[in-house]
């Protein structure tokens, strides 16, 4: 177990002094914080104009449950950035690729076993900490636009609970795209495969002729956990999207480790 702690505690070390991985989240951030500012005006707008048997248009002519809409909206808010977070994910395996650092990792850990187990652990405590940080921007923007009128909604168990889902399904989606980049040795083939799983679900092709089909891919799964409903048309419900998020790492995670112990170091 020290020597798996170990492991994982140098491969953190190596992803957070990449500067391709700061600059691909500073990206990232950069983008949630321009879309929230651009959306906290609208918010508070809507907010103030609440009725008094408690609707709110956050989209022209389309009135709602103000809490319900609100915190749909902050969940939502936050899932439209973790369609980037798959890059990162893809960049941070990619990087012990494009040299021969490979090589020197295996030196260092032999077993591929373990190798793999550290690499995927501290991916996920990186990709882990994006996802709250988006959350937690999410979340402060909202706070803006309700502090006047219910700031404690940002902290019910629904926000809870929302937010909680989209940390998740990042965090999953990011190991997808990890595990793939690592299968393929190649960070362009790993984003390749990861915009291609999302324009899958982005056509609704699917959706429309096998609705079926269409909730075994990842961001179909995302849309099913995530999207409420009555406001959207999904395929599947909140437990075969989960099942569906766990899976995916999964098996992509044991597809790599059987190729690392596999293949020589190139």
């Given at each position: 177990?020290?020597?798996?702690?170990?492991?994982?505690?140098?491969?953190?070390?190596?992803?957070?002094?990449?500067?391709?991985?700061?600059?691909?989240?500073?990206?990232?951030?950069?983008?949630?914080?321009?879309?929230?500012?651009?959306?906290?005006?609208?918010?508070?707008?809507?907010?103030?104009?609440?009725?008094?048997?408690?609707?709110?248009?956050?989209?022209?002519?389309?009135?709602?449950?103000?809490?319900?809409?609100?915190?749909?909206?902050?969940?939502?808010?936050?899932?439209?950035?973790?369609?980037?977070?798959?890059?990162?994910?893809?960049?941070?395996?990619?990087?012990?690729?494009?040299?021969?650092?490979?090589?020197?990792?295996?030196?260092?850990?032999?077993?591929?076993?373990?190798?793999?187990?550290?690499?995927?652990?501290?991916?996920?405590?990186?990709?882990?900490?994006?996802?709250?940080?988006?959350?937690?921007?999410?979340?402060?923007?909202?706070?803006?636009a309700v502090r006047d009128w219910n700031p404690g909604l940002l902290v019910s168990p629904g926000a809870w609970v929302g937010q909680g889902k989209f940390v998740a399904f990042a965090v999953l989606t990011g190991l997808i795209s990890f595990a793939i980049?690592?299968?393929?040795?190649?960070?362009?083939?790993?984003?390749?495969?990861?915009?291609?799983?999302?324009?899958?679900?982005?056509?609704?092709?699917?959706?429309?002729?096998?609705?079926?089909?269409?909730?075994?891919?990842?961001?179909?799964?995302?849309?099913?956990?995530?999207?409420?409903?009555?406001?959207?048309?999904?395929?599947?419900?909140?437990?075969?999207?989960?099942?569906?998020?766990?899976?995916?790492?999964?098996?992509?995670?044991?597809?790599?480790?059987?190729?690392?112990?596999?293949?020589?170091?190139?």
């Amino acid at each position: 177990m020290s020597a798996v702690f170990a492991a994982t505690r140098a491969e953190l070390t190596k992803i957070v002094t990449l500067r391709t991985v700061w600059i691909v989240t500073g990206v990232i951030l950069a983008l949630h914080l321009l879309v929230s500012y651009a959306n906290v005006g609208i918010n508070i707008e809507a907010v103030r104009a609440i009725t008094p048997d408690g609707m709110i248009e956050l989209f022209a002519d389309d009135p709602q449950p103000a809490n319900r809409a609100i915190v749909d909206f902050l969940v939502a808010s936050s899932f439209q950035m973790g369609l980037f977070l798959p890059g990162l994910g893809a960049v941070i395996a990619g990087q012990e690729f494009r040299t021969p650092q490979l090589g020197q990792t295996l030196l260092a850990v032999p077993r591929r076993g373990r190798l793999i187990v550290a690499k995927t652990v501290a991916a996920t405590v990186y990709l882990l900490f994006v996802a709250v940080v988006v959350a937690g921007v999410s979340t402060a923007f909202m706070y803006a636009a309700v502090r006047d009128w219910n700031p404690g909604l940002l902290v019910s168990p629904g926000a809870w609970v929302g937010q909680g889902k989209f940390v998740a399904f990042a965090v999953l989606t990011g190991l997808i795209s990890f595990a793939i980049t690592v299968i393929a040795r190649s960070t362009l083939t790993g984003v390749a495969v990861t915009v291609g799983l999302i324009a899958v679900t982005m056509t609704q092709l699917l959706a429309v002729f096998s609705p079926a089909l269409d909730a075994l891919f990842p961001l179909s799964a995302g849309r099913n956990l995530l999207l409420n409903p009555v406001e959207n048309t999904l395929s599947a419900g909140p437990g075969h999207a989960m099942v569906v998020l766990v899976a995916w790492p999964l098996v992509t995670t044991v597809v790599a480790a059987f190729l690392l112990a596999r293949r020589d170091a190139r």
